[in-house]
């Protein structure tokens, strides 16, 4: 499940409710993961239900989701969000500038011309992007374009090569190095390895 949060009813809920501070640690993250309390999980469990009934959608779906981000400050794991909802107009354009990516990972990436779009010097750029993702812009576009194209190979059947060339690489050995590196092993290789696991998966599910 994805759920984009709207950081004006963060920085709400963070004004408004008496909520436990969250967790620090001088080491510098770019997620936060933890085991996520029964409240939360009914929460999300009520918004997906939501798609059986659509015309509850427009009534309720914008309570649950206020639901789920105060059940997510509630936890002790909620720096991060608390981070970027709080950093001000910095981390706000730093954040676009990360939606950006995710959805232009395929194209070339110039970074004074990112900086430009959200307003920032590079050097501040690579500094807030950093603080929010642990990865440089660079590290985070090849990342997004080496799972996208996992993707495509697995579910779609594509090969390599137009995989490749799909997500912006220009060099199919750049590609499959970096695969490699990134996965552990040649693209082809891989994809095949990973449906071999899903049909033992499911070949051991069956015999329950």
Known sequence: MLLRLDMSIVREILNREELPEAETSSQRRGV????????LLTACSRLMEL???PEDIPF?????QREIIYRILKTRRAVRLRTIATTGDLG?????????LRDNYAK??????????????????????????????LQYQKQLR???ARERMLMDGV??????????YESVSQFNR?????????????VKALRATSIVAASGGANY
Do not use: C, K
């Open 146 to 148: 080496l799972q996208r």
């Open 51 to 53: 798609l059986d009934t």
């Open 108 to 137: 070339r990436l110039h970074m004074d011309e990112l900086a430009g779009i959200e307003r920032m010097g590079v050097s501040t750029l690579h500094h807030q992007f950093g603080a929010l993702t642990a990865m440089s812009p």
């Open 32 to 39: 936060a993961i933890g085991q996520a309390p029964a409240g």
């Open 159 to 168: 090969d390599a090569t137009s995989a490749a060339y799909e997500v912006g």
């Open 178 to 190: 970096e695969h490699s590196r990134f996965f552990g092993q040649p693209p082809m290789r891989d």
């Open 92 to 100: 706000n354009r730093t954040a676009r500038a990360i939606t950006w």
């Open 60 to 64: 309720l779906s914008h309570l649950i």
